[in-house]
């Protein structure tokens, strides 16, 4: 799990997330997740190390430290190397990646080195066909544009929403309408 995503999994551990983006009125639902994701032996991989900084803009003076360091006044802003590391070996075990939303602010260099990494070893790997590669929403496929990456992955929809709830099986119209 990436970005703000992540910050509110983080939070709801009791994590300090500093001025992070991060959706605190959702912590009980994290808990939830996190408690069913246990209770079926699936874990969920959240970031070990992140890339701060006191400024959203690009170029903002940064530090990469442990998830469980991040200062009051500080924001985290991409995922870390030990983090991008864990995801990669991750994706190198897996036979199928759904992918929804960066890891970082990645329209801002440098907050887009984890973004990058992690879409150029899916791409990769979907290429070489040791991976099914999908993914969909608007800001991942700017990210996977942004990485060079898009054209490797085995699927990529730029319907976010509607992709996702395609993903749980929920029904929709458009596609309904095609069946009849």
């Not at 997740?33 to 070990?48: D, R």
């Not at 802003?77 to 939303?101: F, H, P, Q």
Request: a negative charge.
């Amino acid at each position: 799990i990436g970005g703000g995503m992540a910050n509110t999994f983080l939070a709801a551990q009791g994590i300090s997330v500093g001025k992070s983006l991060c959706e605190h009125d959702l912590a009980d639902t994290a808990r939830e997740i996190m408690q069913v994701a246990e209770q079926n032996k699936c874990e969920i991989l959240l970031p070990v190390d992140v890339v701060v900084a006191k400024d959203f803009k690009a170029h903002a003076e940064n530090r990469t430290c442990a998830v469980d360091d991040v200062a009051e006044d500080e924001m985290i802003l991409d995922a870390g190397v030990k983090t991008v590391a864990k995801l990669v070996a991750a994706m190198g075990a897996s036979k199928t990646l759904v992918w929804n939303g960066p890891l970082g602010a990645f329209e801002l260099t440098p907050f887009d080195k984890a973004t990058v990494a992690a879409a150029q070893a899916a791409g990769i790997r979907a290429k070489d066909g040791k991976l099914v590669a999908v993914a969909g929403g608007g800001d991942t496929v700017a990210a996977l544009n942004h990485a060079d990456a898009a054209s490797d992955f085995t699927f990529v929809s730029t319907a976010g929403g509607a992709f996702l709830e395609w993903m749980e099986g929920k029904a929709l119209p458009g596609v309904e309408a095609l069946k009849a």
